[in-house]
């Protein structure tokens, strides 16, 4: 069974005016349908890796096969992160996580604003093209940055929320203002979303 484009959960305008249009339906429709079909491409011809999920794939990158392996971490993490990046925005976006995911937030950041200091930081020194993550590993929360596609379950880490930084996801309407992107995000970061993502690490 081949990989698919996911389908976005809102419009390409829904978050608007802090993520414009234009690079969304981009975003989406080109470079992350380039990612799936270079994945399909990869593993159509080998059984080793038939019938697994892009998790599995991702998290077992030593199992896959040598020859397509770089293929794999590359095009799978594109797939698996951009998948993971739509559902953790939306147009309704609350201000501050609430719960469980809060008050972990708290125990291992000191507050709600230390973290989103320390991860506005790390998006916005991450060196070239790649990823911030928050992370749960080995019972704690953590903040992250992986280089290109490459994902945190490739290094035994659960993804809780990310952001893309790689150019093509801010450049049209930010140029090189990297933070002001970043700033921008936080307005539609979908809470709920990461809630549940944060509890299926738990």
């Known amino acids: 069974m081949e ?3 996911p389908k976005l959960p809102y419009e390409y305008k829904a978050l608007e005016p802090f993520i414009d249009e234009k ?3 981009i975003h989406h429709d080109k470079h992350h349908q380039a990612y799936v079909d270079r994945l399909n491409a990869a593993i159509a011809e080998k059984k080793e890796v038939k019938g697994k999920s892009i998790e599995e794939l991702l998290a077992q990158l030593d ?34 996580p609430q719960g469980k995911l809060s008050e972990a937030i708290t125990k291992n950041f000191g507050s709600f604003e230390a973290f989103q200091k320390r ?3 790390a998006a916005a020194t991450q060196f070239g ?34 952001i893309d930084v ?27 979303k990461v809630e549940e993502q944060y509890k299926k690490s738990l």
């Open 129 to 162: 093209s790649g990823w911030t993550w928050l992370v749960e590993n080995a019972g704690k929360l953590e903040v992250v940055s992986t280089s290109n596609q490459d994902s945190p379950l490739s290094e035994g880490k659960t993804p809780i929320l990310c």
């Open 119 to 121: 991860f506005s930081n």
């Open 63 to 96: 199992q896959v096969p040598s020859e397509i392996r770089t293929a794999v971490r590359n095009n799978g993490g594109g797939h698996y992160n951009h998948s993971l990046y739509w559902e953790f925005m939306t147009p309704n976006s609350k201000d501050t």
């Open 3 to 5: 990989f698919e484009l």
């Open 166 to 192: 790689w150019e093509h996801s801010y450049y049209l309407k930010f140029q090189n203002r990297r933070p002001e992107y970043i700033e921008n995000w936080w307005n539609v970061v979908n809470w709920k």
């Open 23 to 25: 690079t969304m339906q």
